[in-house]
């Protein structure tokens, strides 16, 4: 798989354990302004600390190839889409 974005392959970044374990697509994006982590979502309601995974941004690729089309988003903007082939739609963090 490609690899787009500007961070090192090794960046650190959050994902829930439903992505993680194949359980669920990625759904939402973040990438925070205060401290520029990448997180990649579900995009349900319904996590906790324990659903919390770091792994690195190449492992995230791996997962789904289609976050290289957030590759340039920049701080303190997110993106989030209905389903697994949808467009991404951008919004600003709050």
């Given at each position: 798989m490609?690899?787009k974005?500007?961070?090192?392959e090794?960046?650190?970044?959050f994902?829930?354990s439903?992505v993680?374990h194949?359980?669920r697509?990625?759904?939402?994006?973040?990438?925070?302004?205060?401290?520029?982590?990448?997180q990649?979502?579900?995009g349900r309601?319904d996590?906790?600390e324990?659903?919390?995974?770091?792994i690195?941004?190449r492992q995230v690729?791996?997962l789904?190839?289609?976050?290289?089309?957030?590759?340039e988003?920049?701080?303190g903007?997110?993106a989030?889409?209905?389903?697994?082939t949808s467009i991404w739609?951008?919004?600003?963090?709050?």
């Amino acid at each position: 798989m490609t690899y787009k974005f500007n961070e090192p392959e090794n960046t650190a970044c959050f994902v829930c354990s439903h992505v993680l374990h194949h359980e669920r697509p990625i759904l939402q994006v973040t990438h925070d302004e205060e401290d520029g982590f990448w997180q990649f979502l579900c995009g349900r309601d319904d996590h906790n600390e324990s659903n919390a995974n770091i792994i690195a941004l190449r492992q995230v690729v791996a997962l789904d190839g289609s976050v290289n089309d957030l590759a340039e988003m920049p701080l303190g903007i997110g993106a989030g889409r209905e389903t697994e082939t949808s467009i991404w739609e951008y919004f600003k963090l709050e």
